[in-house]
């Protein structure tokens, strides 16, 4: 069992920066690869970003390369997406999501624990 707790959202210019962050509870941390998914009023959610279980493999949706990072620290139990150059489409709410296995990185069906989610909002 694991439980997620995002934090870190806010209000932004575009531009600007944010930097998530993901405190996972449970010994069983380092066994979870870590994921990052958003959703945006009105659309689906979707996949941002995951990183495996020993932050040696990160994966990226292709349009947020180079501008999104993540990252984890599994001593402290935590995952991190820090996000430069913020734009108004970025804004959405963004949820952690970890699994223990699985074949791909992008469908949310894929991981079985998720948190509550954090706003961020962007304004031009």
């Known amino acids: 069992q694991v439980q997620l707790v995002e934090s870190g959202g806010g209000f932004v210019q575009a531009g600007g920066s944010l930097r998530l962050s993901c405190a996972a509870s449970g010994r069983t941390f380092k066994l979870f690869a870590m994921a990052w998914f958003r959703q945006a009023p009105g659309k689906e959610r979707e996949f941002v970003a995951a990183?495996?279980?020993?932050?040696?493999?990160?994966h990226y949706v292709d349009f947020l390369k180079g501008r999104f990072t993540i990252s984890r620290d599994s001593d402290k139990n935590m995952v991190y997406l820090q996000m430069n150059s913020l734009k108004p489409e970025d804004t959405a709410v963004y949820f952690c999501?970890?699994?223990?296995?699985?074949?791909?990185?992008?469908?949310?069906?894929?991981?079985?624990?998720w948190g509550q989610g954090t706003q961020v909002t962007v304004s031009s």
């Open positions: 999501a970890a699994r223990m296995v699985g074949s791909g990185w992008e469908q949310g069906y894929e991981y079985r624990y």
């Open positions: 990183i495996s279980m020993n932050g040696g493999i990160t």
